[in-house]
């Protein structure tokens, strides 16, 4: 049986920061900025 919990975790994302991700596809990467606010 899967975990439940009652809430939501806390909001942990520096607001102050730009996050990247890279998405590997089977034609190449993409690599996108993510930003906060």
Do not use: C, F, N, R
């Not at 607001?15 to 993409?30: M, R, V």
């Amino acid at each position: 049986m899967a975990k439940q919990y009652d809430a939501a975790p806390e909001l942990t994302i520096d607001l102050s920061k730009t996050y990247k991700a890279t998405l590997h596809t089977s034609e190449g990467d993409i690599e996108v900025d993510l930003y906060a606010a």
